[in-house]
């Protein structure tokens, strides 16, 4: 027998409406060069009308991709709504990316009309030519009131005179939840970036569970400030989360990475929760005892979701100390992206709460992880089985975008199947899972080291470089060894001048064996980053891949 329940779709489509009905009064906030532009959500959703129409008369159709090229802005919301609620895909493109792999990427989307903020203007124009694009439209972020856009790129419009050429009323088409409502690429660390197609239905899932108490716990009394891009993964989804609960948002325009800047708007937005990759929350407590920003701006913030890569203990307690909880989250853009949360569950003993919240967490409501080992079997959940990480769920990607391929649907060998007939996406994570069912990630595949046949993990030994006060950033790299195969190489950036080698590997030898103790430290006066923010250890591998070991390190045992 079948359910007696009305079939209505999970669209996007009713975020607008839900946001325009009900919260009206709230507001989204931008940070801009002259200060902080604010909308109320009414005046958003009537912009949303006016942009959809403008697209369409532009010749935007269903299905079509609109590339965005842009930071976090209420204009950047705008079009999150626009142009999935009117049928066409949302495609964001990161802009720290190499111009040749921004052209890569735009092309393989198909894209065909391009949104720039104009900040980002001369960046467009490394881009290679895509022959898709028709129309480009730029958004004037650089004087408030300008309206000056169009004249930073040739032949390129204005975002606001394209909003004022629109109608007030737009006809919303039925959409289907499976519609592709999102795409957005893989930062490519390995290889070229691939696509991932988010659906209306995967796109509202995401944004209901961020909802739970118990997953990001966001509410309508909550002021959310997304510092992770709206390029990356959809702001994690936290902008359609914000909109479904009526939370007011605050965005940090072009000025994400400046912490003076990013207090100013807490304060002045009265921010409750906030969200950013490790590196800026770094940033952020490095100003403060600089003293280049004053912590009481920061007394509205209730608590930081965290990820992107490990959160460090020294972090996690940085922010305690300052009354902040960092929730530390997992995910990919794969997994649109929350995947695990380390949020601390009540039946937790005391000795347990710390290294729960330093793992990667438990799945998300809807979610199922497994660790599958080297010889194919399903890793038990005892804290000490390794291998890869694999996820389900109705928010995981299920292939890569490949225009060539029988509906799109390339990259299959990242996928796998169980007896039941579920879908897994091997993540490419190496982890373990605990008796309480947290996460611990050891690793990506391709950064453990090797030695004498045995894995070391380098997110583990970069965790204990920067618990030592005299460090501020460390990553940890495979170097070949005749003998071993391969050894560790600490790349560490001082946080005091005084800090010898011989301290540092003393340190580690306090916590883990001695033959997983890296071979030599290199000071570096920073470690390079990905367009993410992200450790970049392919840059380190080229730039260290035939470094001399010293010969006098106890080899493994
Ligand atoms: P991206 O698709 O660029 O968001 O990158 C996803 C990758 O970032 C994951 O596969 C992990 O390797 C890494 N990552 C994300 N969150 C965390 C976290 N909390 N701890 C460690 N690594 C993380």
Not at 210 to 224: I, N, Q
Not at 340 to 349: G, R, Y
Request: a negative charge; aromatic letters at 6%.
């Amino acid at each position: 027998m079948r359910g007696l329940m009305q079939d209505v779709g999970l669209t996007l489509q009713m975020v607008t409406e839900r946001v325009g009905e009900l919260y009206g009064d709230k507001t989204v906030a931008t940070k801009t060069a002259e200060g902080i532009r604010r909308r109320s959500y009414t005046e958003v959703v009537e912009r949303v009308a006016r942009l959809a129409t403008a697209l369409r008369q532009l010749g935007v159709k269903p299905g079509d991709r609109v590339g965005t090229f842009a930071w976090n802005s209420d204009r950047h919301l705008e079009l999150y709504l626009a142009v999935p609620c009117m049928g066409a895909i949302l495609h964001t493109l990161n802009p720290r990316l190499p111009a040749d792999q921004i052209g890569y990427i735009a092309d393989h989307a198909g894209d065909q009309i391009m949104f720039i903020d104009a900040s980002l203007a001369p960046a467009w124009q490394q881009v290679p030519p895509v022959d898709s694009i028709h129309a480009v439209v730029v958004m004037d972020d650089v004087s408030e009131h300008g309206h000056d856009g169009a004249a930073v790129l040739p032949d390129a419009l204005d975002y606001e005179a394209l909003l004022a050429s629109g109608a007030d009323h737009f006809a919303w088409p039925r959409l289907d939840e499976g519609d592709a409502a999102a795409m957005c690429y893989t930062s490519g660390t390995t290889g070229m970036p691939k696509g991932i197609v988010y659906s209306h239905r995967s796109s509202v899932l995401h944004a209901m569970a961020s909802l739970f108490v118990d997953c990001l716990a966001l509410s309508e009394r909550d002021v959310l400030l997304p510092i992770v891009p709206q390029f990356h993964v959809n702001a994690w989804g936290t902008p359609y989360a914000a909109l479904l609960t009526g939370a007011s948002l605050a965005m940090p325009g072009r000025f994400m990475a400046d912490p003076p800047s990013l207090a100013t708007l807490v304060a002045e937005e009265g921010v409750t929760v906030s969200a950013a990759v490790p590196t800026v929350w770094f940033g952020v407590l490095q100003a403060i005892r600089a003293g280049a920003v004053d912590p009481a701006k920061l007394s509205s913030l209730q608590r930081i979701v965290c990820g992107g890569s490990a959160v460090p203990e020294a972090l996690l307690r940085g922010f305690d100390d300052l009354g902040i909880r960092m929730i530390q989250a997992w995910g990919m853009t794969e997994t649109s992206p929350l995947g695990t949360v380390a949020n601390v569950k009540s039946t937790l003993a005391e000795d347990r709460i710390l290294p729960a919240r330093l793992s990667q967490g438990i799945p998300a409501p809807s979610l199922r992880v497994r660790v599958v080992t080297d010889d194919e079997r399903v890793a038990p959940w005892d804290g000490s089985t390794m291998g890869e990480l694999q996820i389900n769920g109705p928010w995981i990607a299920d292939a890569y975008y490949d225009p060539q391929a029988p509906q799109g649907r390339g990259g299959q060998d990242r996928f796998t199947e169980d007896e039941a007939g579920r879908r897994w996406l091997k993540t490419g994570d190496v982890a373990v899972i605990d008796a309480d069912g947290y996460v611990h990630l050891r690793d990506r595949t391709k950064d453990l080291v090797k030695s004498g046949g045995e894995w070391i993990s380098t997110v583990e030994l970069e965790n204990l470089l920067v618990a030592h006060d005299k460090v501020r950033e460390a990553a940890v790299i495979a170097v070949a060894h005749p003998k071993w195969g391969e050894r560790p190489l600490a790349c560490v950036v001082k946080a005091d001048d005084s800090v010898t080698t011989e301290e540092l590997l003393a340190h580690l030898g306090e916590h883990v064996a001695r033959w997983q103790v890296p071979d030599d430290i290199v000071f570096v006066d920073e470690v390079p980053k990905t367009s993410v923010g992200k450790f970049d250890k392919k840059v380190l591998r080229q730039r260290y891949g035939d470094y001399q070991l010293p010969a006098d390190h106890l080899p493994p045992a």
